[in-house]
């Protein structure tokens, strides 16, 4: 029987597919298992870490979501990994670093040859209608309210099917990128993903990568429920505008812009 080729993530395996300008601003460290890659990064930059420290794990044991969720991340299948941030950005902007990175997921998986990746508003990638990469940022602000003092953008990405698969309460929704494993793909992810990131964030107050994140989204269109807290309000997902915001119109007819939350697509 053959055996599936070996797939190991390495900081030197990934280092040799980032490109010149961009290797030098990145400080990778790699863990086979941790709690959270966030919570590490968010330790260094209160120690003062400079921006570009890039953590990865090959597991996390409290893999972390939007809203508090867990982020369901098994050994050896998925890539784990926060980048600490110091962005020169308002903090009403902090949104441009989650969608720049959704598009940057997606700029990566087709370079990896992954057919129309998409964005389901906000953070969400999903391939062949299957969620595989969740991207949660946390942001610190400076003693005036108004500055970032960091940011720290985690993504999470489901590469292969769990050797058990998913747990019960996700498999109907998660899915894996790839069937098979195939050497150095995680590593040429990373790097890939890094590639496109720092070529959006060097132009992030531009909000040129906003027009690719809205033909990726696949959410126009659709019927959705907008959830903030215990409030469910139905309404229909009608564009992302230049900001990235979602345009939406709720059943009574009132249009409204979201810049922040959480949505559900509604199934008939």
């Not at 030098?24 to 590490?40: Q, V, W």
């Not at 990064?41 to 597991?59: C, D, P, S």
């Not at 960091?150 to 489901?158: Q, R, T």
Request: net charge neutral; charged share 25%; hydrophobic share 35%.
């Amino acid at each position: 029987m053959n055996k599936q080729p070996q797939d190991v993530i390495t900081c030197e395996g990934i280092k040799k597919y980032i490109d010149s300008g961009v290797v030098s601003r990145i400080n990778i460290e790699y863990l086979k298992k941790t709690e959270s890659t966030n919570d590490i990064v968010k330790k260094r930059a209160t120690q003062g870490k400079n921006e570009g420290l890039l953590v990865i794990a090959g597991e996390q044991t409290s893999g972390k979501g939007r809203l508090g969720r867990s982020f369901f991340s098994p050994g050896d299948t998925g890539v784990y990994m926060s980048l600490l941030l110091r962005p020169k950005i308002k903090p009403s902007d902090a949104v441009l670093i989650t969608t720049a990175a959704a598009v940057s997921v997606c700029e990566a998986f087709e370079k990896l040859g992954v057919k129309k990746p998409q964005i389901k508003w906000v953070n969400d990638i999903f391939v062949n209608n299957k969620k595989v990469c969740g991207i949660l940022t946390e942001a610190s602000f400076g003693a005036d309210i108004n500055t970032l003092d960091y940011a720290i953008l985690g993504v999470g990405v489901n590469m292969y099917e769990p050797e058990n698969s998913f747990p019960e309460e996700i498999k109907d929704i998660a899915g894996a990128v790839f069937s098979r494993k195939s050497e150095d793909l995680r590593n040429k992810f990373v790097a890939y993903f890094i590639n496109s990131f720092f070529d959006c964030y060097e132009n992030l107050e531009s909000k040129k990568h906003c027009t690719s994140y809205a033909e990726r989204c696949f959410v126009i269109g659709k019927d959705i429920n907008v959830i903030s807290g215990d409030s469910i309000k139905p309404a229909k997902a009608l564009s992302v505008d230049e900001n990235c915001g979602l345009l939406v119109r709720f059943d009574n007819g009132e249009t409204a812009v979201l810049n922040s939350g959480e949505i559900s697509i509604r199934t008939v």
